[in-house]
């Protein structure tokens, strides 16, 4: 049973057995511990949204979904690293300053209403620098973070292996370390000798930054020997002779349910970003009726690596620290690219993805397209029917969608109307030419995936 504490009007706290005369209000211990920290949230409106986008470009005021949409991923990493929202502002017209990288004027709003609505901390849905960071902290009373640091904190909760663990500090060390400032109050040189006899020695910062960037060269060194038992192990599976396929994609696309589905492994799989960190590899049996008219027989099996998710501004030290993770996708013999189907901003998220892989090389790797979730589309999923993905598809063929598709299903050559699904999934169809639609809750579209991987790798064999 906890004890109860009472505090009273000069703030100092005592026992229930404490003095009768003060005034005093009981304080529950623990509900304090488990109160969920708040964040109040600022974004931008043309930052994560392709809708906002065109609407800035046409002149057009940005509809209420549109600005509700610019926060919903930075929602749902806050929502992954426990914490509560307590309010939202969208910029619309920023305006540079050197104090807080917006109008004074705006700044000090929105320190406001985190103050009016009990935020705990303000969170920026794009990176801060150093130095406005320090002048936030000090006009809103409150700890700051950008959306980088809430990535990095996601990270190190879910590292479970000595190789994660190891990564994600090296990237929290290389983020923290010209931020170093901002953590100190006192900055007091250590004191010399007698005067004139020593300088005054060196500042408390100087110290630490020292310190940190010896501890980044330990971490270094370490990952080197984890990068080289990789290596082994990735020479062990090349001795069995199977292809290798990784699956990349957007975090939350369902990368690890879809490994799980295919090949029975038990990755933790949650409805949050970034739920697992580390690669794993199983094999997957194909189908032996590819139905490929060649003289080399498909292969009968292949190994398959569920990798860590990409996001849109996935910080670059994370990149650099995840290099041996990530190089699972550069060094397979194909890529499977998963799509969240049913996320209006998939066009978005499939940018991303390219972009991460030419960052780590991996863009000249052979890929499928899958488009993943189809069992929950809706109408008003997808891409809208005149989207211009079909120009920024690497690697993907041209060929012009079938319009017998589009005519049999035309209610004016009399044949049955589609249903919202189906008029999804051909509009995604469409921006995606060679893409397979599956569903790993209901497993469908598996078989026509195994056919395609065993064509896919033999055509570039």
Known sequence: MSQSFYESEDGSHCSAGGSRNSRKSPIDLEA???????????????????????????????????????????????????????????????????????????????????????????????????????????????????????????????????????????????????????????????????YGAKGAGETKLELDRRAVQEKMHRIKKELEKVRKNRATNRKKRDKAALPSCAIVGYTNAGKSSLLNALTGADVLVENKLFATLDPTTRRLQ????????????????????????????????????????LEEAALADLLLIVLDASDPAVTEQYKTVLQVLTEIHADAVPSLILLNKTDLLTDADGLAPNTETATILKNESTTTPNPENAIAHNPANGALPQTQNEATLSRLKQAFPDSIPISVKNKAGFTELKNAIAKKLQETN
Not at 35 to 52: D, M, T, Y
Not at 56 to 77: D, H, I, K
Not at 111 to 140: G, M, V, Y
Request: glycine share 8%; hydrophobic share 40%.
């Open 286 to 325: 194909l189908s032996n009726s590819a139905g490929i008219a060649t003289t080399c027989n498909p292969p009968a099996a292949v190994l398959l690596t569920d990798t860590v998710g990409f996001i849109d501004g996935l910080p670059h030290n994370l990149v650099d620290a995840f290099k041996s993770t």
């Open 32 to 194: 304090e511990e488990n109160k969920p920290v708040r964040a109040f949230l600022v974004g931008k409106a043309e930052s994560r949204s392709q809708w906002i986008g065109d609407a800035l470009a046409g002149g057009t005021s940005c509809a209420a979904p549109c600005v509700s949409s610019a926060l919903a991923e930075l929602r749902g990493l806050v929502d992954t690293l426990g914490l509560e929202i307590a309010g939202e502002h969208i910029l619309t017209n920023i305006k540079p300053h050197p104090r807080y990288g917006i109008g004074t004027g705006t700044a000090e709003a929105i320190a406001a209403k985190a103050s009016e609505a009990h935020a705990d901390c303000i969170i920026f849905d794009f990176e801060i620098s150093p130095t406005h960071q320090r002048n936030w902290e000090k006009l809103a009373s409150v700890p700051v973070f950008d959306r980088h640091e809430v990535i990095l904190r996601i990270f190190a909760q879910r590292a479970r292996t000595k190789e994660a663990v190891l990564q994600v500090e090296l990237a929290k060390l290389a983020y923290s370390l010209p931020r170093l400032a901002h953590t100190y109050g006192d900055m007091a040189r250590q004191r010399g000798g007698s």
